[in-house]
Antibody, heavy 124, light 109 residues
Framework: QVTLRESGPALVKPTQTLTLTCTLSGISLSASGMCVSWIRQSPGKAPEWLARIDWVEDKYYNTSLKTRLTVSRDTSRNQVVLTMTNMDPVDTGRYYC????????????????WGQGTLVTVPS | QTVVTQEPSLTVSPGGTVTLTCGFSAGAVTSNYYPGWFQQKPGQAPRALIYSTSNKHSWTPARFSASLLGGKSALTLSGVQPEDEAEYYCLLYYAGTRVFGGGTKLTVL
């Protein structure tokens, strides 16, 4: 069974850096086609894709947030880490990690499962 | 900036059929954008329904189907059930990144 679990601080002060960890089980970060994406969802709004790291450690970022985001991985721990600098109250929301996998066999991408998400609050 | 557009809201009667669409500012949606569809109910994480244009997950009810229609990705619900009332989001793959649509609030009334 594939599961992802996010962890990190529930409260981050303005201007601080947020660090979130996604721990994967049932899948290997090194497997061909395996990627992990980070998504956030502010209350009452649509999900927003933030970043992705793939099996060869290529990284992709939301262009609007690129200067603030860094995604990395630790294959020995099967973890993916997202950092976001200069946090602001508008960054309040639930942050999810998701398996974002490409099948070279079928030529298909799937975006599942999602972690349960971790709620991050930046007070004003 | 690339934008994915969805109908903000739709209403359908129980047992009816409704089609939600997903357009893209960069042009027609094609299979190369690997469109996916997600359902989200209050207090829950989004749940994947469709991947890579029209493929269903094992848990996706048969009444859900997806295709490309008129330059957009389309999600059709046939024989709508009350439990289908939810927010629906599409997701496109674009230049290595992902872009979510703004969502469609589907009301079953």
């Amino acid at each position: 069974q594939v599961t992802l679990r996010e962890s990190g601080p529930a409260l981050v002060k303005p201007t601080q850096t947020l660090t979130l960890t996604c721990t994967l089980s049932g899948i290997s970060l090194s497997a061909s086609g395996m990627c992990v994406s980070w998504i956030r969802q502010s209350p009452g709004k649509a999900p927003e894709w933030l970043a992705r790291i793939d099996w060869v450690e290529d990284k992709y970022y939301n262009t609007s947030l690129k200067t603030r985001l860094t995604v990395s991985r630790d294959t020995s721990r099967n973890q993916v880490v997202l950092t976001m600098t200069n946090m602001d109250p508008v960054d309040t929301g639930r942050y999810y990690c998701v398996r974002d996998e490409y099948s070279f066999e079928s030529g298909e991408w799937w975006f599942d499962p999602w972690g349960q998400g971790t709620l991050v609050t930046v007070p004003s | 900036q690339t934008v994915v557009t969805q109908e903000p809201s739709l209403t359908v009667s129980p047992g009816g059929t409704v089609t939600l669409t997903c357009g893209f500012s960069a042009g027609a949606v094609t299979s190369n954008y690997y469109p996916g569809w997600f359902q989200q109910k209050p207090g829950q994480a989004p749940r994947a329904l469709i991947y890579s244009t029209s493929n269903k997950h094992s848990w996706t009810p048969a009444r859900f189907s997806a295709s490309l229609l008129g330059g957009k990705s389309a999600l059709t619900l046939s024989g709508v059930q009350p439990e289908d009332e939810a927010e629906y989001y599409c997701l496109l793959y674009y230049a290595g990144t992902r872009v979510f649509g703004g969502g469609t609030k589907l009301t079953v009334l």
